[in-house]
């Protein structure tokens, strides 16, 4: 079965609209671990517990926001979505841009966008995707998506419209807010030339389907192992380069890649 649409709504740009349907374009692979009572292995429950009457049922939990010390506004979901306005179902892009000009550090999170409805609305799907191919442009707009606004890139690739969530300039920590260490002195001739030629000799044409995530692999190994009572033995301390001893390092790793 098919993976279902995390939204459906609106593209709009001028007086077009795109019915769109959102679908995530990344799966979470990360290995999730529960909490266990060490003595008996039992797995461990988190109540919602009210410090006035003890535990609450699911139905009686609401949202609220603090607006004094102990006081909160309590805000049901439609008065929420109410806040979004057109905002909750129309990605309104609001202007183009050369794809080159975006920042990758703005990306976040990418997902597919289909076609929300046949007909008129896979035309209008197709007259977008070949209007941004043809110059080159991405779109850029707002999209309203669990209580919170993502600024949004839409553009053309693989045939279809990929939508890029993005962090807005504010969320950025920028190099000069951080106390980062000073470059140290500068490298010799025959440093720069070493490291260079090391960095040619292990240049391929990137594929990305060459990696694989090798730190689940080994923590799933690691799982199945315990599971059939196999002792587990820490790695041993891994070893530190010498720095003083660079261009020994380098030459060494340029030797072995020979």
């Avoid at 797995?43 to 609450?56: A, F, T």
């Amino acid at each position: 079965m098919a993976p279902r649409s995390i939204f459906n709504g609106t593209i709009s740009f001028g007086q077009v609209n795109v019915p769109v349907k959102v679908h995530s374009a990344v799966e979470d692979k990360s290995v999730h671990f529960a909490e266990v009572h060490v003595t008996d292995g039992a797995k461990i429950e988190h109540k919602r517990m009210c410090p006035k009457h003890g535990e609450v049922p699911y139905k009686e939990i609401v949202k609220g926001f603090e607006v004094s010390q102990g006081e909160y506004v309590v805000l049901t979901d439609d008065e929420i979505a109410a806040a979004a306005g057109r905002q909750s179902k129309v990605i309104e892009l609001e202007e183009f841009v050369a794809s080159g000009d975006i920042d990758p550090d703005l990306y976040d999170r990418t997902y597919y966008l289909g076609a929300g409805e046949k007909g008129d609305g896979e035309a209008a799907y197709r007259l977008l995707h070949d209007a941004l191919e043809k110059a080159e442009r991405a779109g850029i707009g707002r999209w309203v998506f669990h209580n919170r606004e993502y600024l949004v890139t839409v553009r053309p690739a693989q045939g279809l419209l990929l939508l890029h969530t993005m962090h807005f300039a504010d969320e950025l920590v920028r190099d000069r807010d951080l106390d980062l260490p000073t470059a140290g002195k500068k490298p010799s001739k025959r440093e720069v030339d070493m490291a260079s030629s090391l960095v040619d000799s292990l240049h391929e044409d990137f594929d990305i389907a060459d990696f694989e995530d090798t730190y689940r692999k080994a923590v799933m190994k690691l799982i199945r192992d315990k599971a059939k009572g196999k002792e587990i033995e820490p790695p041993p301390p891994a070893s530190s380069p010498d720095p003083d001893d660079l261009l020994a390092s380098l030459e060494a790793a340029v030797k072995a890649k020979r």
